[in-house]
């Protein structure tokens, strides 16, 4: 129950146990196909270049920025979090001219801000993180996409920990490269990651196709500003996936498997319901640490639905604390980084473990550990928070099924009445 990785589903790892297969095989390659098409849906895009990117999240974030910056580029970064931070050191590592704005953890930016930025860095790329870990805080990005038309500047964000907990619409919001992981509301292990890229990424990376001597043909252009990876060169990664499949990498068998099974999960689901279950379950454990007597870090109107940071009392030890949850009732809760550590506990309701028993179970084991810590939680407030939360929940659905059902029947009479509704 910390901040992913999470429990994978049962579903994801028998699926890992099957045979291997070669990626040539027919079967393999009609696997990949299948995947970029069930990951279209999870991003809610129809771009062609919707594939897995060999690695954990971090290669996700690797292979869009080393592919789409070229040395000098300038990139804008906001950063609210840990992982603003670990954009921006992969952009300088890809030789760019990075600039940021900061805000304090627990916040996050406006538009405008972002906006005021970019008009004076003028940048090509915009790379922000969606949902920060470290800060358990969504940045909104669904006005961001305009922004960057205007200013014509390519928009990348990270949605490694919120794709599938949090509405999340890469075409809508105007989105040119996303790129994610599974270990989080996807229900899987880390070691790869989906990602997303418009047209006009696509444009520019294939601007810099260098496909390497030994597999090239006679008819290959050969750029002079190669992508400085070759491992994480998507013009040549694109071409793998897609009809030519180009020689590059072995593909990770077993990750596919997993990878794919992971958004086949969520496609059966459907990712609104998926993104509605993280809601749900959040919420309830969100009003469970309250009702326990904790104070929840961060601004409460950006809250990510899948991971909670609530202080940690001053009087226990956040590290006893954890191990005693761990070594008596199995339960992992996290710890925090940077100007959070020590000072909060990171506590997630993610992928499978996004369920009304493992929140009733979290809350009700921190309820006794904390108690024998000498702190004074309240007395089975945390349980009890959390089922007047479901509770609720359910009566606002019973109401919302009976005003539609009410709709409907109003709509059926009308048309027996030959009156249009
Ligand atoms: C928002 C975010 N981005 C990137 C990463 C890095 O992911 P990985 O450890 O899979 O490389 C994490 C990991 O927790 C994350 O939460």
């Not at 390659?29 to 999240?57: A, H, P």
């Not at 805080?137 to 922004?147: H, K, N, S, T, V």
């Not at 809508?172 to 990602?195: E, H, M, N």
């Not at 104070?295 to 604390?321: C, K, L």
Request: proline content about 4%.
């Amino acid at each position: 129950m910390g901040p992913g990785p999470i429990n994978a589903d049962p579903r994801v790892l028998r699926a890992m146990s099957a045979q291997l297969l070669g990626q040539y095989d027919p079967a393999m390659t009609s696997y990949m196909t299948e995947t970029m098409g069930f990951y279209r849906d999870v991003f809610k895009t129809s771009n062609e270049q919707t594939l897995l990117i060999d690695g954990t999240s971090r290669a996700g974030i690797e292979a869009a920025l080393v592919s789409m910056i070229e040395p000098g580029d300038r990139v804008l970064v906001p950063i609210f979090g840990r992982f603003g931070h670990l954009l921006r050191e992969i952009a300088e590592r890809c030789g760019a001219e990075v600039h940021v704005i900061e805000r304090e953890w627990g916040t996050v930016f406006t538009p405008e801000e972002i906006e005021r930025a970019i008009r004076t860095t003028r940048p090509k790329i915009l790379a922000v993180v969606h949902g920060d870990t470290s800060t358990t805080m969504a940045q909104p990005l669904d006005e961001l996409g305009a922004i960057c038309n205007e200013y014509d500047v390519i928009f990348y964000t990270d949605v490694t920990a919120s794709l599938a907990g949090n509405t999340f619409e890469a075409d809508a919001w105007g989105l040119d490269a996303v790129t994610a992981g599974l270990q989080k509301c996807l229900a899987g292990p880390s070691g790869s990651a989906p990602a997303t890229f418009s047209p006009r990424a696509v444009d520019l990376i294939n601007s810099r196709k260098s496909i390497e001597a030994g597999i090239r043909s006679a008819d290959d252009e050969v750029t002079s500003s190669p992508i400085r990876s070759n491992y994480f060169d998507l013009a040549m990664i694109f071409d793998y996936w897609g009809p030519k499949r180009l020689n590059h990498h072995t593909e990770a068998t077993t990750m596919l498997y997993g990878a794919r099974e992971c958004a086949r999960l969520l496609v059966d689901e459907g990712i609104d319901s998926a993104v509605e279950r993280h809601r749900m379950h959040g919420g309830a454990m969100h009003e469970g640490l309250r009702g326990l007597g904790l104070s929840v870090f961060g601004d409460e109107s950006h809250r990510m639905n899948n991971v909670t940071a609530v202080y940690i009392p001053e009087t226990v030890s956040g590290d006893a604390v954890r191990a005693e949850l761990l070594d008596d009732f199995g339960i992992e809760i996290g710890t925090s980084f940077g100007p959070l550590h020590g000072k909060v506990w990171r506590i997630g309701t993610m992928g499978y473990n996004a369920r009304k028993d493992t929140v009733l179970t979290t809350l009700s084991a921190l309820e006794q550990v904390l108690r024998r810590a000498g702190a004074a939680p309240t007395a089975g407030g945390g349980v009890g928070a959390a089922y007047d939360f479901y509770a609720d929940e359910a009566r606002d659905a019973a109401a919302a099924d009976a005003e539609a059902e009410a709709d409907l029947d109003a709509a059926g009479a009308a048309l027996a009445a030959g009156v249009p509704a």
